[in-house]
Nanobody, 124 residues
Framework: QVQLVESGGGLVQPGGSLRLSCAAAGFTLDYYTIGWFRQAPGKEREGVSC????????YYVDSVQGRFTISRDNAKNTVYLQMNSLKPEDTAVYYCAARTGDIATFTSTLYKHWGQGTQVTVSS
């Protein structure tokens, strides 16, 4: 059974950092593309970053490029999202999601498996 569990969210001041974790169970990261998405109140869910399976290629949307870094630890079967220089507009519920294959996409409907989400609030 495929399962994703996010952790690491919280309250942080503008300019601060957080590291989100996405622990995967029931599958091997090498064969799945993992995406990080976020949804702010009243807004649609948007893709933030993704990492392809076998090749481990990393992709970012423009709004987080240079501030966020996606990585993974295959031994722990966990994907991370390091978020630096956080801004109030980064406030949202963050989700990780998985899809089979090695093709990067920020289209949420193409991801079959989702975690429960973790709240990130950037505020002074």
């Amino acid at each position: 059974q495929v399962q994703l569990v996010e952790s690491g969210g919280g309250l942080v001041q503008p300019g601060g950092s957080l590291r989100l974790s996405c622990a995967a169970a029931g599958f091997t990261l090498d064969y799945y593309t993992i995406g990080w998405f976020r949804q702010a109140p009243g807004k649609e869910r948007e893709g933030v970053s993704c990492m392809t399976g076998r090749a481990g290629r990393q992709y970012y949307v423009d709004s987080v490029q240079g501030r966020f870094t996606i990585s993974r630890d295959n031994a722990k079967n966990t994907v991370y999202l390091q978020m630096n220089s956080l801004k109030p507009e980064d406030t949202a519920v963050y989700y990780c999601a998985a899809r089979t294959g090695d093709i990067a996409t920020f289209t949420s409907t193409l991801y079959k498996h989702w975690g429960q989400g973790t709240q990130v609030t950037v505020s002074s």
